[in-house]
């Protein structure tokens, strides 16, 4: 690489430059903030290649998309007046440019990771650039976490450099405790308008029809969002008729290298381009001659329930950062327009940031690379956003499925699945595959269950049928859309194993037994009398057509499959025989309490998964296994099953207004839901004599829950927030206690608090007592927390009002000085 003169390119990231320099020739974290076209992708990178702290280390460059990767590191080369793989080069999965000469490398798709894995300190790296963080991306959050325990632990002189067009800066600077840069880059103005809202049931076809009028009103590029490829189809088929003369051009992340830069690159013939976009023209990449954005102001993502261990293509409004993004790249190269087809006032109620990939993804490649660093609590690393427990529960337990965990811990096969760099129910199947001699029907399957769906949905569900067309194009080329790139992922696969295509049959029977390793948790038996229903082994219900060739078959196992209301929908599937299976039952004893029958059943179940195949009564167990069975019962029934009776209600009231008055004390949180959560931690000991659901009623749950508390702090309680209250007549009257620290309640005959001037009051004399007082026939009179007031006005009203109806109680003229009486007072 020759001198490179970061100041002759006319960027604005230039100026940043010098002070980006001095700051990490003193410290290992830098966040930069610039907004799009600033060059903070491909000129800073390069500015700092030269400086000495690297010691002839590498730079890695993290991109969240491979688009993007790809191109940025064709414009770095490009501006060095070189190739691609000599001092830059670039890695995405499956293909990779780099030669020994490459320091620059810019990579994604969880390759970090890897690398992180086969050497902890990262030797040969002396700088992280984790380039667009905003789009708060799965594998740069991971590698992120990674790279700060190897930064704090192995690698104190590691630098990490963040940057972002739109984050909230101040937060993550807190969290790395890292300085921000930022630049002001030269976005050039852009007139944002608000037009009519998208039907979100047609959305190509009325974003097309309202950027049809704008084409005529504007010249330059357009850059048109929408959520996804079938939005995209629909709009091109409009336009493409409405304006014949304009190049309509989609862009997406399925399209081939050479249709994608039909979209970036200019119109050879200088045709007005219009460019059909999902949210992957966002950041990073840059379009030439953009000066319009249509914006309609959706995306689709993939959003994991990890109730259900399924997962959907979701379509959402997007948030304001990004469609600040999309409104920017109108104005990167001179002035311009942004249409948005939504509402100002719809604006105003979208999240400030995206959602990160985090909170939604399939988290299994996450728990399976912290186990495998030696993490065993995850959510204690430096996270943005700490993942979900019940993703990272659901995951392990996804693991512990494919025999990667045992009790927490990774097992043998675990290390053997970490190091196929593929996911772990892909890697589970092919190690398995290469085992039964199957290894190329494995590959096949892990490329067409990993890309979209080659045939039409009306084909079946079969995947065999797509394991036929992908090898008759292979043997006779015989092709149809979509099948090149699943042939390209497949070939990448037998790379991988160092082996050659199957183009003859395959047998049905092993695509589903190798279905059957990747995805255990969905091995599905026909439920009987409900046609083409079936049972997963995860314990959720799908179906099928009816009509469809895999309708009648007993077994089967389902890659494809969605979360619905009551039941998914099964998309790609093989059929199972059922003697493979057997490796896969096991015999399970199982106790659970049934509330309806009003006790305990235990039986011995032949399953797989929740698939029972038989069962049997057992006549013992163990008592901690029964135990157990009680425990989940009151998880999940313990509203039903316990005594939830007025004393406990009141105890807990008591406990919550304490914590509310008292901010410094430390009282528990004592709701119901808490409670029953935790349920192990107070109730364990009382449970060993409950065998049938009226044992549960005979729990005093105010003693089981008093003995929770401390002597000092029972004492406490008695004392702030004491259950009766002393009145002038002697008698002990109950205080009701309100839920979320309301004032107390003591409702008492009026008779009984003659003489009493002042307003009781609890918590140390700081919280009044609502008073309702009662008539002598126990009928509420009247709401005060003024007593004196009372006296004083209101008691005659109520004097006038009552003395009729009570002659024999007493009504003096002055109840201050009367003497507090319980009832009728006796004569002399």
Do not use: C
Not at 756 to 775: A, C, F, H, W, Y
């Amino acid at each position: 690489m020759s001198e490179f003169n970061p100041f002759s390119f006319d960027l604005p990231v230039a100026e940043i430059i010098p002070e980006v320099k001095s700051h990490l020739s003193n410290s290992n974290s830098l966040i930069i903030t610039a907004p799009p076209g600033a060059g903070k992708s491909t000129l800073l990178p390069l500015a700092l290649l030269e400086e000495v702290w690297l010691a002839g280390k590498k730079v890695i460059m993290l991109e969240p998309r491979r688009l993007a990767t790809k191109s940025i590191a064709e414009r770095m080369a490009s501006m060095l007046g070189e190739k691609v793989g000599q001092t830059v080069g670039y890695r995405i999965r499956f293909e990779s440019a780099i030669s020994d000469k490459t320091r620059l490398e810019v990579i994604t798709e969880g390759i970090l990771t890897r690398m992180m894995h086969q050497d902890n300190a990262l030797e040969g790296v002396g700088m992280i650039i984790f380039d667009e963080f905003h789009e708060r991306n799965l594998f740069s959050e991971v590698a992120l976490a990674l790279a700060r325990e190897i930064q704090q632990v192995l690698r104190p002189d590691l630098r990490i450099l963040l940057m972002s067009a739109t984050i909230d800066a101040e937060e993550l600077s807190g969290l790395l405790r890292a300085k921000i840069i930022q630049s002001q880059g030269r976005q050039f103005p852009v007139e944002i308008n608000y037009l009519k809202e998208v039907d979100e049931f047609a959305i190509g076809e009325d974003t097309a029809r309202q950027l049809i009028p704008l084409a005529k009103a504007h010249s330059g590029d357009f850059l048109v969002f929408l959520p996804g490829q079938g939005e995209i189809k629909k709009a091109e088929e409009i336009l493409r008729k409405a304006l014949p003369g304009d190049q309509i051009v989609p862009l997406f992340g399925q399209l081939s290298p050479s249709e994608q830069q039909k979209a970036i690159l200019p119109n050879p013939l200088g045709k007005r381009k219009i460019v059909l976009s999902t949210d992957i023209a966002e950041t990073s990449l840059t379009i030439e001659g953009i000066k319009v954005v249509v914006d309609s102001g959706f995306a689709k993502s993939n959003r994991f329930d990890s109730r259900s261990g399924l997962a959907k293509l979701v379509l959402h409004r997007i948030s304001k950062d990004s469609a600040d993004q999309r409104s920017g790249r109108a104005g990167r190269l001179t002035s311009g327009h942004s249409y948005r087809l939504w509402s100002k006032a719809t604006h105003a109620q979208l999240a400030d940031y995206r959602t990160p990939e985090l909170m939604e993804a399939d988290l299994t490649g996450l728990v399976l690379d912290m186990k495998a660093w030696g993490k065993e609590d995850i959510r204690s690393m430096t996270w943005l956003t700490p993942p979900p427990t019940s993703s990272l529960v659901h995951s392990e337990k996804v693991l512990e499925a494919i025999d990667a965990l045992e009790d927490g811990k990774l097992t043998p096969h675990g290390k053997e699945i970490h190091q196929v760099p593929v996911h772990p129910r892909i890697a589970h199947m092919l190690i398995f595959a290469k085992k039964m001699k199957q290894l190329a029907l494995a590959t096949d399957i892990a490329a067409l269950v990993e890309e979209r769906d080659p045939l039409s949905p009306d084909a079946g569900v079969d995947i065999n049928l797509r394991i036929d067309a992908l090898r008759r194009f292979r043997d006779r080329g015989v092709s149809m859309s979509r099948i090149k790139k699943i042939e390209k992922v497949a070939a990448q696969y037998r790379r991988m194993f160092e082996i050659g295509p199957e183009n003859s049959p395959a047998d049905p029977w092993a695509t589903g037994l190798l279905l059957a390793y990747a995805y255990p948790e969905r091995i599905a038996a026909a439920r009987p009398g409900n046609n083409a229903q079936f049972q997963l082994s995860n314990g959720k219900i799908a179906q099928i057509s009816y009509k469809d060739d895999l309708a009648h078959e007993s077994w089967l196992a389902v890659a494809h499959v969605d979360a619905r209301e009551g039941m998914g929908k099964i998309w790609l599937a093989a059929p199972l025989n059922p003697k493979d299976l057997a490796p896969m039952v096991k015999t399970k004893e199982v106790l659970t309490w049934d509330r309806k029958k009003g006790g305990l059943i235990a039986q011995s179940e032949v399953r797989i998964g929740a698939i029972i195949l038989g069962t049997r009564p057992l006549t013992q167990f163990s008592p901690s296994a029964a135990k157990e069975a009680i425990l989940e019962a009151l998880k999940e029934e313990g509203q039903f099953l316990l005594d939830w009776n007025e004393d406990v209600w009141q105890l807990l009231n008591r406990i919550e207004s304490l914590r509310i008055w008292n901010k410094d004390a430390t009282w528990p949180v004592w709701t119901q839901e808490k409670l029953l959560e935790t349920v192990e931690n107070w109730i364990e000991p009382y449970i060993v004599q409950v065998t049938k659901n009226e044992d549960f009623k005979k729990l005093n749950l105010v003693e089981i829950l008093k003995h929770q508390l401390t002597f000092e702090q029972q004492q406490t309680l008695d004392e702030l927030a004491p259950s009766k209250l002393s009145v002038p007549s002697g008698s002990l009257i109950p205080i009701t206690y309100k839920p979320e620290g309301a004032n107390p309640l003591l409702s008492v005959r009026l008779q009984e608090l003659f003489g009493l001037l002042d307003t009781p009051k609890v918590n140390r004399g700081q919280v009044p007592v609502l008073i309702e007082m009662l008539s002598p026939g126990f009928k509420p009179v009247q709401l005060t927390q003024d007593l004196k007031s009372f006296w004083t006005n209101g008691y005659f009203e109520v004097k006038k009002e009552l003395k009729r109806r009570y002659p024999k109680h007493e009504w003096p003229d002055n109840p201050l000085q009367a003497e507090a009486v319980r009832g009728v007072k006796k004569k002399t």
